[in-house]
Structures are given as structure tokens and as C-alpha cells.
């Protein structure tokens, strides 16, 4: 079997109608357990006390906002070498599922750092890439909004998604390109000595898992949005036509 067989909306859709039952089931109770055992059942750090547990939702939706967009850049990809219309259909549905996320991060962030930092918001390198790459969401939705021809508006965004992937990449890796700045390291890492305690560890993997799932359940649905709208437009077009 290839994986080039599911470029063939049908036989997405079937595949996808049949794996996001199990997709929704899974993330919820993932994002159940990790977010209750995080929350309640870990104990206050001891710096930063009770705040350290906003971790549970600020890290996994940065995760997925910059993994988010680096998805799209696959897709987009895929888009420009094989024309397969699947791809850049769910590279749009996923923009909206991305934007959310980063949205979360930037909130929760923005709540965690005014007791640790004594600010809301600070022009740190990794916020600021953040920043940047939310607004690279915004322009990559209007963009398709903007433009009625599918193919074009494909082919812009792609070329968009390119650009910006330059700022989900330095999302990730701003505290290592940049010694100074106000943002912690990473709270996961290959290392293990650079990792959370193993009291914080294991709920947020599972939170993390959670936040996964959820990403994959909501942008196979809003692909198949999207392969039904097409669909619609082009019957709709072919009627005016007739």
C-alpha cells in the first residue's frame, strides 16, 4: 500500500471517517488524565509554586503551534513537487487548528510569566519569534481567504508557509541561537538532566500526547471540510456554467 493512495480525497475521507472516533476518544482522555493529574495531583515547585502547573497547557500547545505550521510545510511541499490537492487542503485546515495553539501558548505564557517575571509580556527572542509566527497564521489564512482560485491560492501559500517556517524553527530554537532573554529552557529535552522532575514529567507527557491527538482528530475533520466545500464549489461552477 502507498501513502500515496490516500491523495485520493475518497479514499481519505473512508480512512479518516473510520480512525477519528478512536482519534477523539483517545485525545480526551489523555487531555482528562494528564490535566487532572497535573493540576491536583502534583505537588507546588519550589520556586515557582503553584504556577509551575500552567505547563501542562502552555507546553504541549507550543509544541503542536510549531509542529503545527511545520506539518503545513510538508504538506505545502508535497503541494508544490506533486499537485496533490489533498495536501494543500490540509495544509488550510490545519492553519486554523495551529493558529489556536499558538493563541493558548501565548496566553498561558503570558500568565506564567507575570509571577515569574513580573510582566506580562517581554520582547524575549522566543516570545517574539512567537509572536512573529502567529501572525504568520493569520496572513496565511487570510491569503487563502483573499483568493478564489484554489490552485493560486495554493501555490502562495505554499510559498508563505516557506517563509514562515523560518520563524517556527526559531520558536523552537531561540533559547539555544540566543544566550540572554527572560524565557526558560526547554522542558523537554534528549538529555534527561535537562528535563522536568519526574513529578511534572509524566503528566505532561501525557498532556502532550493529549494535545497531539486532539491536533490530528481536528485537521482530518477540517480536511474533509475542506474536500466537501471544494467539491461544492466546483459543482457550483460547473453549474454556473451549463
Known sequence: MSLWEYANPVKF???????????????????????????????????????VKIIYLHVPSALMAINGWLMML??????????????????????????????????????WGQPMWGTYWAWDPRLTS??????????????????????????????????????????RYAVNFWNQGLHQGASLSLDKEKNVADVFYFPLLVSIAGFV???????????QTEIRARRMRALLARERMA
Open 74 to 111: 510538508v504538506a505545502s511541499l508535497i503541494w508544490i513537487v506533486r499537485r496533490h490537492h489533498v495536501s494543500a487542503l490540509a495544509a488550510r485546515a490545519a492553519a486554523p487548528v495551529g493558529a489556536t495553539m499558538t493563541v493558548i501558548a501565548l496566553a498561558t505564557g503570558a500568565i
Open 13 to 51: 475521507i473512508r480512512t479518516t471517517d473510520r480512525v477519528l472516533p478512536w482519534l477523539a476518544w483517545l485525545s480526551a482522555v489523555c487531555l482528562a488524565v494528564g490535566l487532572i493529574w497535573g493540576f491536583f495531583f502534583t505537588p507546588d515547585d519550589f520556586r515557582q509554586g503553584s504556577t
Open 130 to 171: 512567537f509572536l512573529i509566527l502567529f501572525l504568520f497564521y493569520l496572513g496565511y489564512m487570510a491569503l487563502w481567504a483573499a483568493i478564489e482560485n484554489d490552485d493560486t491560492a495554493a501555490d502562495l501559500t505554499s510559498i508563505l508557509c516557506l517563509v514562515g517556517s523560518v520563524f517556527a524553527l526559531l520558536s
Open 213 to 223: 491527538l486532539l491536533f490530528i482528530a481536528l485537521v482530518f475533520l477540517r480536511t
